[in-house]
C-alpha cells in the first residue's frame, strides 16, 4: 500500500491513532469477564474518550471543507451534494459490508437480532432511544450522517434569508446555534430522565444521536477559528494544549477523587460531561494540526493506525471479538493464556482492519475521485 505522506498532518493522525487505539483496548477488556479493577475502569472510559476524539476531529475535517464550499461563490445545491456523495463513498461501503456481515453472523451463531433490524440501515437505530445490542459499536456512525447532513443543509437554506452578515460570520453563527441546539436537547433529557444510572446513560444519552450531535461541530466551530484566525489559532496553540489537557485530566481526575457520580450529580452527567471532554479535545487541535512529520520509525505505524483505523473501529468488536469469544470463550483460561488471547485479539484486528481497507475500503473510496462521478455530482 502506497501512502503519499506529504499530504498528511501527521498530528491529525496521532489522534486518530491514539482514538483508535483506546477503543480497541477498552473493548479488550471483555476478554477478562471476572476482572474488576482500577485498570478496566480506566479501560472502558477509555473508549468513550477515544469516540469523542473521533467526533471531534471529523468534525474539524469535514467543517474546513464545508467552510470553503459555504464562503466561495459556488456554495450551490449541486456542490453540496458532492460534499456528501464524497461522505458516503468514504463512510457506507464498509458499514453496510460490515452490518450485513453482523446479519449473517448472528444468523449462523444463533444470535438474536433487534426487531427494527431496518433502522440500521437508514442510521436510524438509535436516533431518539436506546441503543439495540445488536453492532454495538455502530452508534457513533448515525451521529456522524446526520451531522454532514445538518451542517450544510441550515448553511444553504440561511442564504435565502439575505442577511447582512459575512459568510465567515454566518458560518460560525449558524456552526454555535446548532451547538446550542443539541446542547438544550441534552437539557430535556435532564429534565425528563430523573435518578438513572450510568449503564441507563450509556446506551440511552451517551450513545443517542439527537443528544449527541454537537460533539461534532466542536470540531466544526474549530476549523472555522482555524480558518477565520490563523494566527490566533497559531499563536496559542501550546497554550491551549496546555488548557486543554488541563481540563480533560482534571476533569477525569475529579469525577472518582470527588465522587462525581451520576446519581447525585445528574446534571454534570447529563448535560456538561461530554461537552467538557470535547471543548477539551478540540483545544489539541491548534498544535496537532501544525505537526507535519516526524521520524519515519514513528510516522510509519502511526499513519497506518490512522488509515485503518475506521476499519478497525468496525470489526474490531462485533465481528473479531464476537467470534473468538464464540469459538473460544476465555472462561477458565489462566492469566498467561489471556494475555496470549489479548495478543492474538489485536493480531487479528490489525490484519483483518489492513485487509478491509486495502482491498475493500481504498479502492471504494476512491471511487468518488471517478470522472464519472466528478462529471455527475460536481
Not at 496521532?14 to 482500577?38: D, E, G, Y
Not at 474546513?64 to 464550499?69: A, K, Q
Not at 456481515?101 to 444470535?111: E, K, P, S, T, W
Request: glycine residues 4%; proline residues 4%; hydrophobic residues 55%.
Amino acid at each position: 500500500m502506497k501512502i503519499n505522506y506529504d499530504k498528511r498532518i501527521f498530528g491529525l493522525d496521532i489522534m486518530r491513532a491514539v482514538a483508535i487505539l483506546l477503543v480497541v483496548c477498552s473493548h479488550a477488556v471483555w476478554i477478562f469477564p471476572q476482572t474488576k479493577n482500577i485498570l478496566t475502569d480506566l479501560m472502558s472510559l477509555a473508549g468513550v474518550i477515544g469516540v469523542e476524539i473521533f467526533f471531534v476531529l471529523s468534525g474539524f475535517l469535514i467543517g474546513r471543507l464545508i467552510y470553503n464550499l459555504f464562503v466561495s461563490s459556488e456554495f450551490t445545491r449541486k456542490q453540496i451534494t458532492y460534499f456528501w456523495v464524497r461522505r458516503w463513498f468514504r463512510t457506507l461501503p464498509n458499514y453496510y459490508l460490515i452490518l450485513v456481515f453482523n446479519v449473517v453472523l448472528a444468523i449462523m451463531l444463533g444470535v438474536s437480532m433487534p426487531d427494527n433490524l431496518w433502522q440500521y440501515f437508514f442510521f436510524m437505530q438509535n436516533f431518539s432511544w436506546e441503543m439495540p445490542l445488536f453492532f454495538g459499536e455502530s452508534w457513533s456512525l448515525p451521529i456522524e450522517e446526520f451531522a454532514y447532513i445538518i451542517g450544510p443543509l441550515l448553511l444553504y437554506l440561511v442564504l435565502f434569508l439575505k442577511l447582512k452578515i459575512n459568510k465567515s460570520r454566518l458560518f460560525c453563527i449558524v456552526t454555535c446555534l446548532i451547538i446550542l441546539f443539541f446542547m438544550m436537547t441534552k437539557v430535556y433529557y435532564n429534565i425528563s430522565h430523573r435518578g438513572t444510572g450510568m449503564m441507563f446513560w450509556n446506551v440511552n444519552l451517551k450513545a443517542v444521536t439527537i443528544y449527541r450531535i454537537d460533539a461534532i461541530y466542536y470540531g466544526v466551530l474549530a476549523a472555522c477559528i482555524s480558518l477565520v484566525k490563523p494566527n490566533f489559532w497559531r499563536r496559542f496553540r501550546v497554550l491551549f494544549l496546555i488548557i486543554g489537557g488541563l481540563i480533560f485530566v482534571g476533569l477525569n481526575f475529579i469525577i472518582p477523587t470527588q465522587q462525581i457520580f451520576i446519581e447525585s450529580h445528574p446534571f454534570f452527567w447529563n448535560v456538561l460531561y461530554l461537552p467538557i471532554n470535547s471543548i477539551a479535545i478540540a483545544l489539541t487541535l491548534p498544535l496537532l494540526s501544525h505537526i507535519k512529520s516526524a521520524p519515519k520509525l514513528i510516522v510509519v505505524p502511526i499513519t497506518i493506525i490512522s488509515l485503518i483505523s475506521y476499519s478497525m473501529y468496525l470489526i474490531h468488536y462485533s465481528v473479531v471479538m464476537q467470534l473468538m469469544k464464540f469459538f473460544f470463550p476465555t472462561e477458565g483460561l489462566s492469566n498467561s493464556n489471556l494475555m496470549i488471547y489479548l495478543s492474538i485479539y489485536f493480531t487479528i484486528t490489525l490484519i483483518g482492519s489492513y485487509a478491509l481497507y486495502a482491498f475493500f475500503e481504498r479502492p471504494m473510496t476512491n471511487l468518488r475521485d471517478t470522472t464519472k462521478i466528478k462529471n455527475r455530482f460536481k
